[in-house]
């Protein structure tokens, strides 16, 4: 180990990460003098020893340290409250495990993880238990009561069953599974009757197994259901031991676990015999999912089951394929020719593809680099006699290795194995590293393997520059521009990430400076926001030309700004401000006056009223008051057409509404022109006149209006004292016109005669009466109109008119 | 029509495949409400989701019963409702007055709304105001072009043009980029973009983004579509402005075609009902006239009739065998092109009945002379008089946005009166309308002394004003000069006639109003593909108030000998109108180089820019 300690091991309070993760140790914990110079000192180390921060810990008395599942250090205090720390002992935050905890304080703890994340078991003062099964997601659970529980328990353990997570715990010969509501004693099947009372518990990796270690010595190995004994060991070992835990590799046949003491090692498993280790010093297990890591002063070793690859080839006279292969391999490099035999004598048993095979299983199990190589250089050999061997095998074991001795290198000090990487997965290794803020090694893994970019490389890159930022001594130029140099364009960076990153570290004007390189709009209105960058936030809306985002800002800002800022906010922004104006249309049409009104926008107050009195004002006063409204607002805005054209409809209002009433018919809201041929329909001429001269209606059109109405009711005699009460402003051919339209041709008749000799011969056609047109049309020597009236005729009928009209032509054409 | 040298129109691309996207995802939409339900439709999606999924898909999909998104209370006894509406807040308000209901019956029901094409933030925000965010739950369904016909595509969004045109709402054309994202993720890459206008570029640029965003996969496919064109509808109001008159747009302007159909009734079927009829390519006579000018439909028409008496005649002195073959394979084909045509020529005497009217010959005789600059004091006492007589007040107000805009503006005195009787003829709740065409710059007034000069002061005392919005308002009003006779002057609109223009066998696309002008987006389009670029057309460019764009994509290679790189495709941001599309089917057929698939995006609207006075 790299580490120097002055302390012995036995005087921290220490915790291991799996997977070879960290180490934590906490000096002078125990001190009870407050002296300054002996305050407890927090260090962490890597797996390797090697020393990656250390402060000094001014924090309340810790019972009991632990790590996450994202290897955060969990510090748990005697009063209940979980300090969170990063690998750098840098503060993240802080939770309480709740009153009861706080008043009866903290005995015992334990930190564990599940696939609900990383969980803390606690044992209070007062010998209850309360847990929390996913620290992200805080929810306590108080375990129910033991009433008999006088003392605390000799041992107990975390379990996690049918993902229900439960405690086991023994008091002298009992052994009970607790739960949120009860409490149940549990007999392990097969145990023997010379048992004795627990003193040690050792649960597995994956929560399948339980072992528990009498005082007669006698180890008990069963599932953790307590359905099935795996087996049992005896021992002479009176004492109690100091750890135990299990050591197994997954699907495989074999379990032992492992027991210490304070200078002796045990492996037991289901055999009459055990293997012991004599300790020189104070050791301490980590457990893992394929074997135990032993830390001490001096070193830090690995214990677990040999795989069965490794046993088949490196068994001593093995005759196994991979050990044959090996074997011919080193032959070959001799240039000896039993190279050939040993080859020939795994291809004759056909087992030649389960050599290669072996041989690369067994490169995975071994640390030392020289070993791996020799048996992936065996692989390689044996795969070359093979016609069909799929190489992917081979290549992903190379791949994988160069990794992993790139990360177990002491500088580093990640010793994994290839089953916990392989768990373990890349990406989270990677995270690991990010973590650990090896952003260059981490690169060249990627790029090595070859991941996706958004996958890896940008990824890391922005971790990197999400630490950048937090770089305090460097000035908001110097840090945005190292960064963009760093990751200019790279697909599936996200600057406003970053940019988000440096906010929560208080750098507002860094984060915007970031937020410039941000190629999508989109993403850099949300961050500004919450900047209270909100009129920024609205120009890069818009620009972005996503109205969604717009209306976004444009709420944000409305509940955030006062009525009139928010107000002069948007006239400056004529496409945010359209948005809210067809918004408040539907949705809040008081607000759109409002708005008008700041802007003295007469001409739209105007309209806006109305709009009002068409669409919202039922009574006849109130649509009036509307419209008054509207006049005021028109002369403001100097429309006098509109105003003008707004009072006339309050006038014309009030007469339709006074109609309505005297005549009991539907007059509101006619226009002006169907309002007169109305009454004139009803007979009220009168009326009708009144109208005319007030509204200072054009003669040509009330003569055209007057007209239709009385063809249309039929008021022939009417129309006739109509036509010579004076000279018709439009001629009398419309007279004819409408006559005909009606269907009364004798009528159209009386008028024909009185049409202006141009448009006689039209008239006369329309009333039908072709000998006339005719007569008319050679009046008028018209060669166009004769044609005229000629197309109208049919040679049967109208053969005199015909014959006449010939004849006419005739006659124009002879001149 | 064949004539040496004259290729036919390149294959458009297979829009199908659009409506299959859209059918796949609404039915896994609805399955993900699993259990029967009821299914509330907005009135505007009612048609469009016709050509989608018919009545049985959706009851196979467990719909229960159907209803039109209205305001009419509830009835529906399901216990699921799920409301299939366009993303605006109207509907959401009323889902939320649904819901109010329900609770205070104390009834629970599950709620879902399937936003088309895309949900707005606006539509959570009601449901979080109006306190149901949690009721209900919302989904998209991303059906974003209908394919109308074998070269017609559609968005089918009728307020596009009303909110970003008139309103400045620019929320859509984010929908637009999405549908283009769309396009080019199936028939794409593009080798070439060309636009013009602020809309134009603003959508091409977003889809631009959104590409980026997604890039990565660019495997070098072969491009079904080689180029395409944005068109902003305000750059040319003109041509949606005039009455229409090859056959198409004459069946759209009097009986309305709604989403490629059109209801025929009682009068022109002569049977007792109505008749929805699909107008595409799939009609064979419909196809053949389509594109024509009026005047020689019903000759066409009749001719068809003789060839389809004669084909039927055949029969006689047919002896059974081929009797037998007749009527199992020719007979059905014969009664289907029957039926159409008796439907076809039906329309035509109602068209006729109503066009040949004197009013209609007066109306087409005003509206070549505005275009054409003369005898405009007769226009504006011809138009004075159509509004006196209560003629239709949509195409009064047509003649009088036409006036304005080939006027720049209406003088004073005219611009008084005109509204004034407007007003008295229609009521006065039109004063909004008059605003609303103001604001988009369609019926404005002359403002005399206001020169160019007088503009730049007022814009420079804004910006000491400070008001930035203002100045962008300011330049707005800039821009709606529409310079109609320069532009007009500039790319030869107007053709000189040189005794009768031949309808029958027309020159140039000036065909589609009878040889009096030639649509000015069309001609656009027609200039900028012949050049490859806007080179040569700066001048018109200014006159249209510039944002013009050529982009090439370098990545796909510009092959002119594929078939493909003579499909182009045309987006008319605001809707254009069947006269432009026939010009554009013209253009594709007559120039040997491409055809045009159009998309007209939001359809309809422009047709008739008279906007409704409230909202």
Known sequence: MAWDLAEELRDCLMAAAPYGGPIALLKNNWRKEKSPGSRPVLEIYSAAGLPLASIVWKSGQVVQLGWTASEDLLCIQEDGSVLIYNLFCEFKRHFSMGNEVLQNHVLEARVFHTEYGTGVAILTGAHRFSLATNIDDLKLRRMHDMPSLQKPPSCWAVLFQDRVTVILLATGQELYLLDNTSCNAMTPPGLSPQAGAYLQMAVSFNYRYVALYTDTGYIWMGTATFKEKLGEFSCDIRAPPREMVWCARPRSKQRAVVVAWDRRLMVAGNTEECIQFVLDEDSYLVPELDGVRIFSRTSHEFLHEIPEASQEIFRIASMAPGALLLEAQKQYEKESQKADEYLREIKDKEQLSEAVQQCIEAAGYEHEPETQKSLLRAASFGKCFLDRFSPESFVRMCQDLRVLNAIRDYQIGIPLTFAQYKQLTIEVLLDRLVLRRLYPLAIKICEYLRLSEIQGVSRILAHWACYKVQQKDKSDEEVAQAINQKLGDTPGISYSEIAGRAYECGRTELAIKLLEYEPRSGEQVPLLLKMKRSKLALSKAIESGDTDLVYTVVLHLKNELNRGNFFMTLQNQPVALSLYRQFCKHQERETLKDLYNQDDNHQELGNFHVHTSYASEKRIEGRVAALQNAVDEYYKAKNEFAAKATEDQIKLLRIQHRLQEDLDKPYLDCSLHDTISHLILDGKHKRAEQLYREFKIPDKRFWWLKISSLAECGDWEEMEKFSKSKKSPIGYLPFVEICVKYHNRHEAKKYAARVVPEQKVKAFILVGDLDQAADAAIEHKSESEMSLVLAKCSPAIDATVVEKLNRARAQILKK | ?615
Not at chain 2, 96 to 110: E, P
Not at chain 2, 138 to 161: N, V
Not at chain 2, 450 to 460: D, L, M, N, P, R
């Open chain 2, 1 to 615: 029509m064949a004539s040496p040298g004259r290729r036919d129109a390149p294959e458009p691309p297979d829009f199908a495949v659009l409506k299959r996207l859209a059918r796949d995802q609404l039915v896994y939409l609805l399955e993900q409400l699993p259990g029967r339900k009821d299914l509330f439709i907005d009135a505007d999606l009612m048609s469009p989701l016709d050509r989608i999924a018919n009545v049985s898909l959706l009851k196979q999909h467990e719909v229960d019963k159907l209803y039109k998104v209205e305001n009419k209370p509830v009835v529906s006894t399901s216990d699921q409702l799920c409301f299939l509406v366009r993303p605006r807040i109207r509907n959401v308000k009323y889902v939320a007055d649904v819901v109010h209901a329900d609770k205070a019956a104390g009834r629970s029901r599950k709620y879902k709304i399937i936003f088309s094409p895309q949900k707005f933030y606006v539509c959570e925000m009601v449901l979080e105001e109006e306190g149901i965010y949690g009721d209900v739950t919302c989904d998209e369904w991303s059906f974003y072009l209908l394919p109308l016909d074998d070269d017609l595509i559609s968005m089918e969004l009728p307020e596009f043009f009303r909110d970003y045109f008139l309103e400045g709402d620019h929320r859509w054309i984010n929908t637009v980029a999405r549908a283009l994202q769309l396009l080019s993720s199936l028939y794409g890459p593009f080798a070439k973009t060309y636009g013009i206008g602020r809309c134009a570029k603003m959508a091409y640029e977003l889809w631009r983004e959104l590409e980026e965003e997604v890039e990565g996969d660019s495997q070098a496919r072969r491009p079904e579509i080689g180029h395409i064109f944005f068109v902003d509808r305000d750059m040319d109001y003109v041509t949606a402005l005039c009455s229409q008159v090859v056959y198409e747009g004459l069946v759209d302007d009097t009986f309305r075609i709604k989403c490629g159909s059109v209801d025929f009734g009682p009068d022109i079927t002569s049977g007792d009902r109505s008749i929805k009829l699909l107008l595409n390519a799939q009609d064979k006579v419909f196809a053949e006239i389509r594109n024509e000018h009026f005047t020689n439909v019903f000759g066409f028409l009749s001719q068809k009739a003789r060839n389809l008496q004669a084909q039927y005649d055949r029969r006689r002195g047919m002896d059974i065998k081929q009797m037998k073959n007749f009527v199992s394979q020719e007979l059905k084909g014969l009664k289907q092109e029957h039926r159409l045509l008796s439907l076809h020529i039906g329309a035509c005497e109602s068209i006729m009945k109503k066009k040949t009217k004197q009013d209609f010959q007066e109306l087409i005789k005003t509206e070549h002379s505005l275009l054409e600059g003369f005898d405009i004091r007769e226009s504006a006492s011809f138009i004075e008089e159509h509004i006196d007589r209560q003629v239709s007040p949509i195409e009064s107000l047509r003649l009088m946005c036409l006036l304005s805009i080939t006027e720049n503006g209406l003088i004073p005195k005219d611009y008084r009166s005109l509204k004034t009787q407007y007003l008295q003829s229609y009521g006065p709740e039109h004063l909004l309308t008059f605003h609303n065409l103001k604001r988009i710059g369609l019926l404005t007034e002359q403002s005399p002394g206001e020169t160019f000069t007088a503009v730049e002061s007022k814009v420079s005392r804004l910006v000491t004003d400070r008001a930035a919005g203002k100045l962008t308002d300011a330049f707005n009003s800039l821009a709606r000069k529409s310079n109609f006779r320069g532009i007009s002057k500039k790319l030869g609109l107007i053709p000189r006639v040189d005794g009768e223009y031949n309808l029958k066998m027309p020159r140039d696309m000036a065909y589609v109003f009878s040889g009096a002008y030639v649509p000015l987006s069309c001609k656009i389009i027609e200039q900028v593909l012949e050049r490859r670029s806007w080179l040569g057309l700066e001048e018109v460019v200014r006159l249209l108030n510039g944002n013009e764009f050529a982009v090439t994509d370098p990545a796909v290679e510009d092959n002119p000998t594929w078939e493909s790189q003579r499909v182009i495709l045309v987006v008319f941001l605001g809707g254009c109108t069947f006269s432009e599309i026939s010009a554009l089917r013209f253009l594709g057929k007559e120039k040997v180089a491409e055809t045009v698939p159009d998309c007209p995006l939001a359809r309809g609207e422009a047709k008739d820019p008279a906007l409704p006075p409230s909202d």
